[in-house]
Nanobody, 123 residues
Framework: QVQLVESGGGLVQAGGSLRLSCAASGGTFTDYAMGWFRQAPGKEREFVSS???????PYADSVKGRFTISRDNAKSTVYLQMNSLKPEDTAVYYCAARRTGITTFNQNDYPYWGQGTQVTVSS
């Protein structure tokens, strides 16, 4: 069973950048598809991006062209590089994993979750 720990959140001005990391342990990292989701205050958790075992990387329309997901299998870590940040990107960002090669947009398909990391973008 995999454990996930996110890091890299913080406060940034609009237009700035942050890189989130999610370190996995307790499982064979290459067995898992990984995802990033976010939840803003008063809103439901939503899909941001994911990466399959074969590096297929879909994105939500709201972040396409600004965010980049990547995985380093040697470090058992998935990253989310966030550029051109907007105030509407403010949310708690969660890393998730599913033990299959295929990614999905549905959070219910991911049984493993990190504790989340806060990202706040000021205007």
């Amino acid at each position: 069973q995999v454990q996930l720990v996110e890091s890299g959140g913080g406060l940034v001005q609009a237009g700035g950048s942050l890189r989130l990391s999610c370190a996995a342990s307790g499982g064979t990292f290459t067995d898992y598809a990984m995802g990033w989701f976010r939840q803003a205050p008063g809103k439901e958790r939503e899909f941001v991006s994911s990466v399959s075992r074969r590096n297929y990387t879909p994105y939500a329309d709201s972040v396409k062209g600004r965010f980049t997901i990547s995985r380093d299998n040697a470090k058992s870590t998935v990253y989310l590089q966030m550029n051109s940040l907007k105030p509407e990107d403010t949310a708690v960002y969660y890393c998730a994993a599913r033990r299959t090669g295929i990614t999905t947009f549905n959070q219910n398909d991911y049984p493993y979750w990190g504790q989340g990391t806060q990202v706040t973008v000021s205007s």
